[in-house]
């Protein structure tokens, strides 16, 4: 029994395939455009205009699909947009053939909300093809100082790259996603998680940290930060090893942590 999601993520895995023994670009190196897979799933027809609050729309027409961007979107966000539109047609596909052999905790369990973590998922797999991603990320070293350079061979954005680390990170890593954030009862602004990647840890919601933290630290200089640090992650208030680094200007700035939960002080 094969569950949908895998199965979507080994299609996802055999089209960059097809995409790279086929000659549209016939190399082995990043960046992998989503336009790219266009013709491998049917996609007849692409294109830019302003829709508003939307990223991208997905229309069946005969024989295939037409598919809208955005083009008052970053480029960057257009091409992720895009990658997921095409885990649209894989999930909608798979969802259709399905027999008992690809059992669904599927159709009742998948709500939007599930299919659309899972099509994000499928995008940076189509666009940060595990392999070639992973020979990247070791070249670079798993460190927030290899996000940017890895978020330009791919072509992908800070926060997808992040992600992406942290889910192919052979040693256990959670990307955090910090921003300055100031409720009405603090006296001062302090960094507060806006998201974070999949983990083990129970994570509070509005987890936030002091001015004296390495988090903070990172929001005021251009180098990253890295040491043990005491934080609430899991039920156990207790050292972790986290990393972070601070990208964009204000008041648009952000951090980037790499938290390594099984790291050891030396
Ligand atoms: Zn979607």
């Not at 640090?229 to 942590?257: D, T």
Request: proline share 5%.
């Amino acid at each position: 029994m094969t569950e949908i999601p895998e199965l979507i993520i080994t299609q996802a895995n055999e089209l960059t395939q097809r995409l790279l023994e086929s000659k549209t670009i016939g190399h082995n190196v990043p960046p992998l455009f989503a336009e790219d897979y266009a013709q491998l799933v049917n996609i007849k027809r692409v294109e830019k205009m302003d829709l508003g609050d939307l990223s991208a729309l997905l229309l069946p027409e005969k024989g295939g699909y037409a598919i809208k961007i955005n083009s008052k979107h970053h480029p960057l966000r257009q091409n992720f947009s895009f990658a997921h539109e095409i885990a649209h047609i894989l999930l909608d596909k798979a969802l259709d053939e399905s027999t008992e052999h690809t059992e669904l905790r599927a159709t009742k369990q998948m709500d939007g909300k599930f299919k659309e973590r899972l099509c994000e998922r499928i995008a940076a797999e189509l666009l940060m093809p595990k392999t070639i991603f992973t020979n990247y990320l070791n070249q670079q070293g798993i460190s927030v100082n290899s996000i940017l350079r890895l978020a330009h061979a791919f072509y992908t954005s800070i926060p997808a790259t992040a992600r992406r680390i942290a889910e192919l990170s052979e040693e256990p890593c959670i990307a955090l996603y910090w921003k300055l954030v100031k409720r009405p009862r603090w006296r001062e602004f302090k960094p507060c998680l806006i998201w974070l990647s999949d983990s083990q840890y129970e994570i509070p919601k509005f987890l936030s940290v002091s001015q004296n933290s390495s988090v903070f630290e990172a929001f005021q200089t251009t180098s990253s930060t890295g040491q043990f640090e005491s934080f609430a992650l899991g039920n156990i208030k207790r050292p972790f090893y986290i990393e972070s680094k601070g990208f964009g200007q204000k008041p648009q700035r952000y951090i980037i942590s790499l938290v390594f939960p099984q790291r050891k002080k030396a």
